[in-house]
């Protein structure tokens, strides 16, 4: 039996907001009452029940926190956790006074840990507010502040100060900022963090207990302001993987001029002595090949540039198909012209459910996660009772949940390239009921003598169909009702679809 067992934790952030503010915390905080307020009334509840997902773990039921940031349509914030980026859901709101109503999917950034809810405008309480988002960088040191669940059934506000610029990888590189902040051990995942003027400056997306990491919220403004006008975020990008890397190592070790680190030092504080290094490429993407771990990124299409965020925005208003990256690699300044590609036309929109696994083609996170390049047809999450689990090697999550790592190459022999070859082969699979995969395996594989095999090597294995599994289905999604469609797959040998 080909089973690899590694048993990884279910997961999952609850937040409850609570809608009233004692007294005593009210005054102790340095923030504005009127600030704190309007902050509380544009928070809501989710709760969230995942029926399927491609490659990220099942959420029964969540709460999770979110933000109300345009009134008139009904779009809320929240972090992407159990919401994106492929999860087949259903979400439903609870404002800040108690009131309920359901929510679709508006959007999800195919990079950033953050999505939007939308709800039926005429269902927000006339008491909500709309959270604004700051339109400059925060400074460090400055003074923030967030929410979160406390004892009693009162809301805990916790105050803090910006510490440092960072590029966090959850799991693809984002520009956030850290904060210094007691939380007391209370979960405040996916609350906004507000400044000393009630705009918003980030989306808490990881913490601790003394210290947070909030998104920077110029993603999410660029990303509204796109969404505000009816129409999707223009995203662009090369595939390249880039993290803070500190200017006293590039000296040190990249014989990076040291005339160059004053300039770049002087110019840009708020980088705290670091600068953006290539960390990877993505398998496929036009960095691939083009740039390599340990290039330092120093100017995009002739503009300096010191965080992430820059780097991402430059490549996101680009109007020219390509950019030019100045780097500095093996002791010298390069010009590497990349193309840029849409992260947006790799997104997950079809699943088919076969044999109770999901089959999808991978988007640039599963891609990063497989080690495979985008498009590539594979299978993801999978119940217990899957068909593949027993010959075909899985992570597992407490027996229940399996996830597959893997390059698929043949089923039944035939060759697979898209997700409708999978689709034409069904009724043939289910008809034969023994059939055969090929794969590369990108788990590591227990051996003897609890020895690893790291090895991405080719597998063939044998599957028997199971008259028992779900009923096979395709889930297309819908970008004008905003919900997943679901239809069965034809079981007759030949029918187009």
């Given at each position: 039996?080909?089973k690899?067992?590694?048993?990884i934790?279910?997961?999952?952030?609850?937040?409850?907001?609570l809608?009233?503010?004692t007294?005593?915390l009210a005054?102790?905080?340095?923030?504005?009452?009127?600030?704190?307020?309007?902050?509380?009334?544009s928070?809501?509840?989710?709760e969230?029940?995942?029926?399927?997902?491609?490659?990220?773990?099942?959420?029964?039921t969540?709460?999770?926190s979110?933000?109300?940031?345009?009134?008139?349509?009904?779009?809320?914030?929240?972090?992407?956790?159990?919401?994106?980026?492929?999860?087949?859901?259903?979400?439903?709101?609870?404002?800040?006074?108690?009131?309920?109503?359901?929510?679709?999917?508006r959007y999800?950034?195919p990079?950033?840990?953050?999505?939007?809810?939308?709800?039926?405008?005429?269902?927000?309480?006339?008491?909500?507010?709309?959270?604004?988002?700051?339109?400059?960088?925060?400074?460090?040191?400055?003074p923030?502040?967030?929410?979160s669940?406390?004892?009693?059934?009162?809301?805990?506000i916790?105050?803090?100060?910006?510490t440092?610029?960072?590029?966090?990888?959850?799991?693809?590189?984002?520009?956030?900022?850290?904060?210094?902040?007691?939380?007391?051990?209370?979960?405040i995942?996916?609350?906004?963090?507000?400044?000393?003027?009630?705009?918003?400056?980030g989306?808490?997306?990881?913490?601790?207990?003394t210290?947070?990491s909030?998104?920077?919220?110029?993603?999410?403004?660029?990303?509204?302001?796109?969404?505000?006008?009816?129409?999707?975020?223009?995203?662009?990008?090369?595939?390249?993987?880039?993290?803070?890397y500190?200017?006293?190592?590039?000296?040190?070790?990249?014989?990076?001029?040291?005339?160059?680190?004053?300039?770049?030092d002087?110019?840009?504080?708020?980088?705290?002595?670091?600068?953006?290094?290539?960390?990877?490429?993505?398998?496929?993407?036009?960095?691939?090949?083009?740039?390599?771990p340990?290039?330092?990124?120093?100017?995009?299409?002739?503009?300096?540039?010191?965080?992430?965020?820059?780097?991402?925005?430059?490549?996101?208003?680009?109007?020219?198909?390509?950019?030019?990256?100045?780097?500095?690699?093996?002791?010298?300044?390069?010009?590497?012209?990349?193309?840029?590609?849409?992260?947006?036309?790799?997104?997950?929109?079809?699943?088919?459910?076969f044999?109770?696994a999901?089959?999808?083609?991978?988007?640039?996170?599963?891609?990063?996660?497989?080690?495979?390049?985008?498009?590539?047809?594979?299978?993801g999450?999978?119940?217990?009772?899957?068909?593949?689990?027993?010959?075909?090697?899985?992570?597992?999550?407490?027996?229940?949940?399996?996830?597959?790592?893997?390059?698929?190459?043949?089923?039944?022999?035939?060759?697979?390239?898209?997700?409708?070859?999978?689709?034409?082969?069904?009724?043939?699979?289910?008809?034969?009921?023994y059939?055969?995969?090929q794969?590369?395996?990108?788990?590591?594989?227990?051996?003897a003598?609890?020895f690893?095999?790291?090895?991405?090597?080719?597998?063939?294995?044998n599957?028997?169909?199971?008259?028992?599994?779900?009923?096979?289905?395709?889930?297309?999604?819908?970008?004008?009702q905003?919900?997943?469609n679901s239809?069965?797959?034809?079981l007759?040998?030949?029918?187009?679809?």
């Amino acid at each position: 039996m080909r089973k690899n067992t590694f048993y990884i934790p279910a997961y999952g952030y609850v937040i409850v907001w609570l809608f009233a503010i004692t007294p005593s915390l009210a005054s102790k905080s340095t923030f504005k009452p009127t600030i704190v307020k309007a902050a509380k009334q544009s928070m809501v509840s989710i709760e969230v029940s995942t029926s399927l997902t491609a490659y990220t773990f099942p959420v029964t039921t969540s709460d999770l926190s979110g933000v109300l940031v345009n009134k008139a349509k009904g779009y809320i914030l929240t972090i992407s956790y159990g919401i994106g980026p492929v999860a087949v859901g259903a979400y439903h709101i609870t404002f800040y006074n108690g009131q309920q109503t359901k929510a679709t999917l508006r959007y999800y950034d195919p990079w950033c840990c953050y999505a939007i809810l939308q709800v039926d405008p005429a269902a927000i309480p006339e008491a909500a507010t709309q959270a604004i988002f700051s339109q400059k960088d925060p400074a460090i040191e400055a003074p923030v502040f967030t929410f979160s669940k406390g004892k009693n059934n009162q809301y805990m506000i916790h105050e803090g100060t910006i510490t440092a610029c960072q590029v966090v990888d959850l799991p693809m590189p984002q520009q956030a900022f850290g904060v210094s902040m007691d939380t007391k051990g209370s979960e405040i995942h996916g609350a906004l963090i507000w400044n000393t003027k009630g705009e918003a400056v980030g989306l808490n997306i990881d913490g601790s207990k003394t210290a947070i990491s909030c998104l920077d919220g110029s993603y999410i403004s660029y990303a509204l302001s796109f969404l505000n006008e009816g129409t999707i975020p223009v995203r662009k990008h090369i595939g390249a993987l880039c993290g803070d890397y500190s200017l006293t190592e590039a000296v040190k070790y990249d014989q990076f001029p040291v005339e160059k680190q004053k300039e770049y030092d002087a110019n840009f504080p708020i980088a705290q002595h670091k600068i953006l290094q290539v960390k990877a490429t993505l398998h496929g993407s036009p960095a691939a090949g083009l740039l390599i771990p340990g290039d330092i990124v120093w100017a995009i299409d002739g503009r300096s540039v010191a965080r992430l965020i820059d780097l991402d925005m430059a490549m996101n208003t680009s109007t020219k198909a390509a950019c030019c990256l100045t780097i500095f690699r093996k002791g010298r300044f390069e010009h590497v012209n990349i193309s840029l590609y849409s992260p947006e036309a790799h997104k997950v929109r079809r699943i088919v459910q076969f044999g109770g696994a999901t089959f999808f083609e991978l988007d640039d996170v599963s891609s990063r996660l497989v080690g495979v390049p985008a498009s590539h047809v594979t299978f993801g999450a999978a119940g217990s009772n899957n068909i593949f689990r027993p010959n075909v090697y899985a992570l597992t999550a407490n027996e229940k949940i399996y996830f597959f790592c893997l390059k698929l190459l043949t089923v039944d022999d035939q060759p697979v390239a898209t997700l409708d070859d999978i689709i034409r082969l069904i009724p043939k699979l289910i008809e034969k009921k023994y059939f055969n995969i090929q794969y590369v395996n990108h788990l590591p594989v227990q051996f003897a003598l609890n020895f690893l095999l790291l090895g991405q090597d080719t597998y063939k294995a044998n599957i028997t169909y199971d008259e028992h599994s779900p009923e096979p289905r395709l889930f297309t999604w819908d970008p004008i009702q905003l919900a997943w469609n679901s239809d069965p797959i034809p079981l007759v040998p030949g029918a187009t679809y």
